[in-house]
């Protein structure tokens, strides 16, 4: 099993920065994806970015520029660096990863708890 830890939501003005971490934990073998998804108050859940163990990203068209995926995979951590915050990035984020674990000989996904981000106007 494969549990996930995300840290750094909060509450922040318009135009301000946050840091969301995940850092990944238990039977690791191998992590494939690490992504970040968010879901705002009676919307779906959208992803907002990943990273592949090659380094590839890839983010949705409304936080390019102003959002910065990272990973750091000796720690098994993936980072989102947030600027210039909106209102409507207002949301829970969930961290993502696609891996395996030692127990499994196949990849799934697994998802943190959630981290709150509040953009006020």
């Known amino acids: 099993q494969v549990q996930l830890v995300e840290s750094g939501g909060g509450l922040v003005q318009a135009g301000g920065s946050l840091r969301l971490s995940c850092a990944a934990s238990g039977s690791i073998f191998s992590i494939n994806v690490m992504g970040w998804y968010r879901q705002a108050p009676g919307k779906g859940r959208e992803l907002v970015a990943y990273?592949?163990?090659?380094?590839?990203?890839n983010y949705a068209d409304s936080v390019k520029v102003r959002f910065t995926i990272s990973r750091d995979n000796a720690k098994n951590t993936v980072y989102l660096q947030m600027n210039s915050l909106k209102p409507e990035d207002t949301a829970v984020y969930y961290c993502?990863?696609?891996?395996?674990?030692?127990?499994?000989?196949?990849?799934?996904?697994?998802w943190g708890q959630g981290t709150q981000v509040t953009v006020s106007s």
């Open positions: 990273i592949t163990s090659g380094g590839n990203t």
């Open positions: 993502n990863v696609y891996g395996r674990d030692r127990s499994s000989t196949r990849s799934r996904d697994y």
